[in-house]
């Protein structure tokens, strides 16, 4: 009788082993697999960055056109705003 417990607490102690063994294992898997969907990822983040990049240097390409033709308007508007002058003063 005095076997019994001991007996019983060695199969609980295997119980207990073998579910940290299977809950080892099913972390291990989990890992794996989110491992492996973190490689399936990178590199569409790769192309993401890559479309970022050929936004951004259009997008600058485009502002400093901007710039330009606000530049050219100033110089237009100040030409025709010199033409109405001349023609608002009487020729001498």
Do not use: C, Y
Request: hydrophobic share 35%.
């Amino acid at each position: 009788m005095d076997e019994e417990p001991t007996q019983q607490l060695t199969d609980f102690e295997q119980r207990v082993l073998a579910e940290l063994s299977s809950i080892n294992a099913r972390l291990t898997m989990l890992e794996d697999k989110v491992e492996r969907r973190l490689h399936d990822t990178r590199p569409m983040w790769e192309v993401v960055i890559v479309q970022l990049r050929e936004m951004r240097e259009r997008v600058d390409k485009i502002d400093s056109r901007i710039g330009e033709l606000l530049r050219e308007l100033f110089e237009t508007r100040t030409r025709v705003a010199q033409l109405e002058e001349r023609q608002r003063t009487p020729a001498a």
